[in-house]
């Protein structure tokens, strides 16, 4: 799952960036709104946290302006807790609405439910013939015993769970599993469906050769 | 309500009482002028009949009898037609009478329903007379002679009873009129009285939105009304002020704070290694001493707003204070390219000099903070009519002309959150103009987009203390 984060304030935007990345999320950062809105609007992201007060552009034009085009779930982030300023949030289009300060297990909470509700998959943990991903607790079951995945190799499932059923590109994978500083995959992502078959059986993903992959 | 019920009766009061001064005025004098014009019809009566009974009284020779003339006075005698008989008796719902004594003697003729126990006037008393319920005239044609003419005012006496009470009963009613009206007058009067007291009870109760509606009241009352809607709106804008205050302190503190906590549960998650260890306590520390400035401006705010900071009142070299501050600052100008010049002749002032030069620093950073890599900032101080005036100039981006008059306010941001970096949070600015204010100086600000933005400040040479010596000679 890929997310952009746009916050001006630079140590809160390290310490979330990382904490969302050992998360497991492909996190890509912007400090002010014109560089945010660029952002998303130029590549596919699964969730934006958006701080409100922001320079250049604010939040809140920021999602007004993405809302035109893109259907992102937003997660804003402000720091006035006054009725209006949350009513003003949800009425322009975002998803969801936190007050700092925050408690990070709360955002974390509030982030994989933004996931969940933007892919249409209301329920935290799926279940694929034998193979049960609990994206609460990050783990894949198989007939009750957990795997163990690697972040990358439990990224890419969880993915192509959420859009059982769906043909998932090259591309898409790109897109939604890398951050922009991260290449590392595109060669590898051959090996990492291998290894995921070798653990949770050869046909929980099936390939379309020149399409992409696919959970059935 | 007690004052207000109070005045309401009081006026009440004094109204009655006034109205029945004049009405007692009005109904003794129409009492007087009427009894007295009826006197006069009868006295006119009396005398055209006077006239009639002296004409009566006929015979006798000249009224002095000539001494050579000897013999007894010719003889006398009164007669009356029928005609003027019926001048006397009974006449409507009086009864005239007369008399006639000659030389002293006994009466020589008398109507029949004359008093029995009439005597003849003295000679010194004056025609017309009242003699108990008669009214009577007299003539002397002789010295010795005297014809009396009278008539009971019984029934004049009773007509002007009726009168009295006539006037009474409508003097009554006049009154409970009036004191009806002016009980309806007084409640109309003191009706914008009620309103504006329960407006500003609405106000005491805490709904500082409230105004006293502008229809209550004309003429003096709308005035007060203007004056105080005016002063309401004043309250309100103040306490609004203070909250939005408290709510942007607090939306100040809510950053670092998040930052803390967030960087704190984050490293907690999991084992870390000692330099990320070292990196998270150092993110906490820049938190913390980021809220530490903050509550060190709000402290230092409250301070001059209640005034309870000590102006020190000290003269000092300015010039050499803002060198000093510029020398302090010239670090920071350097990292952000933006070029530092001054010119500070050696000017003496009266003031802080502690507080005066964190104005200095405080303009000075915002200049630099504000500007583009490559931009200059001047600072200049100069003395003009008896002020000293520093003024900081800088050829940046510039301020709008809408967000010029609020760029002193606390916690006003220009651009979002372009000023969050700064050493004081949104209140540098702020600061700086209560220090000016308590130092009776002035403050300003003016700017061109992309030409630059000049502040200046403008301090009283001689300090406070001049400023209120003037104040006093004024």
Redesign the interface.
């Known amino acids: 799952m890929r997310l952009l984060l746009v916050e001006?304030?630079p140590?809160?935007l390290?310490?979330?960036a990382?904490?969302l990345r050992?998360e497991g999320y492909a996190v890509d950062t912007a400090e002010d709104?014109e560089t945010g809105f660029y952002k998303a609007t130029n590549a596919e992201y699964d969730g934006i946290v958006l701080d409100a007060?922001?320079?250049?552009m604010?939040g809140w034009e920021l999602l007004r302006r993405l809302r035109v085009t893109h259907r992102t779930p937003v997660l804003m982030l402000t720091?006035?807790d006054?009725t209006n300023d949350r009513v003003r949030g949800l009425d322009l289009g975002a998803d969801d609405y936190l007050v700092?300060?925050?408690?990070?297990?709360e955002l974390l909470a509030r982030v994989r439910a933004l996931i969940r509700r933007g892919h249409q998959q209301p329920r935290p943990t799926l279940q694929i013939g034998e193979v049960e991903i609990d994206s609460k607790a990050r783990i894949i079951r198989r007939a009750g015993t957990a795997v163990a995945l690697t972040a990358r190799e439990y990224a890419l499932v969880e993915f192509l769970a959420m859009h059982r059923g769906e043909i998932i590109t090259r591309t898409a994978l790109y897109e939604h599993l890398l951050d922009e500083n991260d290449d590392s995959l595109s060669n590898l992502l051959d090996v990492h469906v291998s290894n995921i078959r070798k653990k949770l059986g050869h046909d929980f993903i099936v390939t379309r050769r020149g399409h992409g992959y696919c959970i059935e | 309500m007690n004052l207000f019920r109070s005045i309401r009766w009081r006026f009440q009061l004094w109204y009655g009482l006034l109205l029945v001064l004049v009405l007692c005025g009005f109904g003794v004098t129409a009492y007087h002028l009427q009894s007295a014009q009826r006197v006069r019809q009868l006295d006119a009566e009396l005398q055209r009949r006077l006239v009639v009974v002296s004409g009566a009284l006929k015979g006798g020779g000249p009224r002095i009898p000539p001494p050579q003339r000897p013999g007894p006075p010719p003889r006398r005698f009164f007669r009356l037609s029928a005609e003027e008989a019926a001048l006397f008796g009974e006449q409507g719902n009086r009864s005239y009478y007369y008399m006639v004594w000659l030389r002293n003697g006994p009466p020589l003729t008398r109507s029949t329903n004359a008093p029995a126990d009439l005597l003849p006037p003295h000679p010194e008393e004056p025609s017309p007379r009242q003699r108990g319920p008669f009214r009577e005239v007299f003539m002397n044609p002789e010295p010795m002679d005297c014809i009396l003419v009278g008539c009971s005012t019984e029934a004049e006496e009773a007509e002007l009873s009726v009168l009295k009470w006539r006037l009474i009963a409508a003097g009554a009613t006049v009154l409970l009129l009036g004191l009806l009206g002016g009980w309806w007058l007084g409640a109309h009067a003191l009706r914008p009285l009620g309103q504006i007291g329960a407006a500003a009870r609405k106000i005491a109760e805490g709904n500082l939105a409230q105004r006293i509606p502008g229809e209550a009241a004309g003429g003096e009352l709308k005035e007060l009304v203007g004056v105080l809607n005016s002063t309401f709106a004043r309250l309100e804008e103040a306490f609004a002020q203070q909250t939005r205050f408290t709510s942007d302190a607090a939306h100040e503190l809510r950053t670092p704070v998040t930052v803390l906590l967030t960087e704190a549960q984050s490293v907690l998650n999991r084992e870390r290694s000692p330099e990320e260890y070292r990196q998270c306590i150092e993110t906490c520390q820049r938190a913390a001493q980021r809220m530490r400035r903050l509550i060190e401006s709000l402290l230092q705010l409250a301070r001059l707003d209640a005034h309870e900071a000590d102006i020190a009142q000290v003269r000092f070299n300015f010039g050499a204070v803002c060198a000093e501050c510029v020398e302090l600052l010239q670090p920071l100008a350097r990292e952000r390219n933006v070029t530092l010049a001054a010119h500070l002749p050696a000017i003496e002032c009266v003031g802080d000099p502690e507080r005066l030069s964190q104005v200095v620093v405080n303009l000075v950073t915002n200049a630099i903070q504000h500007n583009r890599a490559g931009d200059e900032v001047q600072v200049t101080l100069m003395r003009e009519n008896g002020s000293v005036v520093l003024l900081v100039a800088d050829n940046g981006r510039g301020i709008p002309s809408d967000k010029l008059p609020h760029i002193f306010e606390r916690f006003y941001r220009g651009d979002a959150s372009r000023s969050r970096r700064t050493e004081s949070g949104g209140l540098g600015l702020a600061i700086a103009r209560a220090i000016v204010e308590a130092h009776h100086g002035e403050i300003g600000a003016t700017s061109q987009i992309d030409q630059g933005t000049a502040m200046a400040v403008r301090l009283p040479a001689e300090g406070v203390l001049s400023v209120h010596q003037v104040h006093t000679v004024h």
């Open positions: 001006d304030e140590d809160l390290r310490g979330l990382r904490t050992e709104g007060m922001l320079p250049e604010d720091a006035r006054s700092k300060p925050f408690d990070l297990p």
